[in-house]
């Protein structure tokens, strides 16, 4: 069986665990740090009996059991919480862990990415439902699509007469290994919601860097997480990447840096990281 076909099989579940069915807290494992951001916006926090290693925000997750990182998940880490219910991102992995927690009958739901804000407030109403917290969550999507349009206003205010910046994405949390962002990704996403031209064109995913894709993608702002800044040891690091400084960016040191999870997460963070990455890049163009 196909990975996809498998998450969509233990999605698609239909009944809920005990707990849930008596209104009590229910033993809940998060997989995927935007998935715990919402059960912490909801006010779930205390559900929450393990999370996985991207749940890093907020700070106090850090100090709940972990299971290892997304797609490297054991069946006995996750079991050894007697979780009721486990709720996780479309990264979850691997296969045979999946088949292992379907035979022990732990429900598990997938939540799929859906890089779009529409897609965050499905994904709200969707843990809602399996919270048993409609009311919660009803309140959240209200309290989102009203931040949303403030986010949306101030991008449109903040392009009046600038040209669009042209963005090159690198994901370089590990330096051995940089790779820039294509179409059909969360940063291709987010450039769009921020009025940025995407300098990678005719390409869909993250793919290797190389010396002649930066110079050919010529961007004049260079988008990166904190994460990767701090992996390069700053700024001059980064520019020190094969290509890099010889980009209309990098000769006038024109890099934007934002948290991993707030730029790429598509989390209850989305306005607030969508008011940034605008802010900064008009303020770098």
């Known amino acids: 069986m196909k990975r996809r076909q498998l998450l969509s099989l233990c999605a698609s579940l239909g009944w809920l665990p005990a707990a849930q069915a008596v209104n009590k807290p229910l033993r809940l494992i ?25 749940s890093l925000y907020p700070a106090a997750t ?36 999946l088949r292992q927690l379907e035979a022990a009958h732990v429900p598990l ?7 779009r804000f529409e897609g965050l407030i499905r994904r709200t109403e969707q843990l809602g439902v399996l919270l048993n917290r409609q009311a919660e969550a009803a309140a959240l999507g209200q309290r989102l699509r009203a931040d949303w349009a403030l986010a949306q206003d101030k991008v449109q205010k903040l ?7 042209r963005v090159l994405f690198v994901l370089s949390h590990s330096m051995s290994e940089i790779r820039i962002a ?30 002649e894709a930066a110079i050919a993608a010529a961007p004049t702002v260079i ?4 994460q990767g800044l701090a992996a390069a040891a700053g700024l001059d690091g980064l520019l020190k990447v094969p290509g890099l400084a010889q980009t209309p960016a990098g000769r006038e040191r024109r890099v934007v840096s934002l948290d991993a999870l707030e730029l790429l997460g598509f989390g209850p963070r989305l306005p607030q990281a ?8 008009y303020r770098q163009a």
Do not use: F, W
């Open 159 to 165: 392009r009046q007469g600038q040209a669009a910046p």
């Open 109 to 115: 739901h997938v939540l799929r990415a859906e890089h």
């Open 182 to 211: 294509g179409q059909d990704t969360a940063a291709d996403a987010m450039l769009a919601y921020a009025g940025a031209v995407n300098a990678v064109q005719g390409v869909s995913g993250y793919k290797p860097l190389t010396p």
């Open 223 to 226: 988008l990166c997480t904190d």
């Open 62 to 97: 850090k100090s709940l059991p972990q299971v290892g990182y997304a797609r490297t998940l054991t069946a006995e880490g996750l079991l050894s919480l007697a979780p009721d219910l486990i709720v996780a991102t479309e990264d979850a992995g691997p296969p045979a862990v």
């Open 30 to 54: 998060s997989i995927g740090g935007a998935v715990t951001e919402l059960v912490y916006a909801m006010g779930q926090q205390q559900q929450l009996v393990g999370v996985d290693s991207s």
């Open 274 to 281: 969508l008011t940034r990455l605008a802010q900064a890049m």
